[in-house]
């Protein structure tokens, strides 16, 4: 089949590399690390997650939705102080919040999306309990703000590919192979560096 134009991006996404993929017979835009995509549909979103999880929210009324890949800082201690924890969950639902804000702007409606999580894995040995920090933490922040779980695909020693249909709310989780795994550790802690230097700053409120 010809390819086809690729779906209108959302304005302020121009910079998230897109693709078609003959297989899928569709677009699709790969997420990095701290990025988060949101589409009217008409295109996949695809991630590679180690540790880090992703958030996958739709609204199947609207047709739009999004995808995003994070993780919790990590101070590298064994213990957190109560300040350390407060910082790293302010930076978990700053990726939360303004990725389910954008998808409401989109027209969504807040009661009714739909939340599929993935991810959060123990890749390394060596690696702390980043993984399941993580998954915890997505846990309580959808509690927390009164969303339901659709599904889930988390923790265990895989890395995950992850693609995600925000018209049809599928998602497809494929199993890494273990040679995978040490560059995708490496690409997780060169991120995880990045946002221990960063400070979240303002509020962020849901509409």
Request: glycine share 10%; proline share 4%; net charge neutral.
């Amino acid at each position: 089949m010809a390819v086809v134009s690729a779906p209108r991006v959302v304005p302020g996404f121009e910079h998230v590399r897109r693709f078609w993929k003959p297989d899928f017979d569709s677009y699709v835009a790969k997420i990095l690390p701290g990025e988060y995509y949101v589409t009217r549909g008409g295109e996949w979103i695809v991630t590679v997650l180690g540790s880090c999880v992703s958030a996958c929210i739709r609204d199947p009324k609207a047709g739009v939705g999004g995808m995003n890949h994070f993780m919790l800082p990590d101070n590298n201690r064994e213990k957190w102080g109560h300040t350390d924890v407060d910082l790293a969950h302010r930076y978990g639902s700053y990726a939360m919040e303004h990725m389910i804000n954008d998808i409401l702007k989109l027209g969504a409606d807040r009661t009714r999306l739909e939340v599929k999580i993935v991810g959060g894995g123990k890749i390394l040995a060596q690696m702390t309990d980043i993984g399941d920090r993580n998954i915890a933490f997505v846990r309580e922040y959808l509690q927390r703000e009164g969303f339901l779980i659709a599904g889930e695909d988390v923790a265990g020693p895989h890395p995950r590919k992850v693609y995600y249909d925000v018209l049809t709310g599928r998602v497809r989780v494929k199993k890494l192979p273990a040679q995978s795994r040490e560059s995708i550790a490496v690409e997780e802690l060169g991120y995880q560096r990045v946002i221990e230097t960063k400070k979240v700053t303002g509020d962020v409120e849901l509409f």
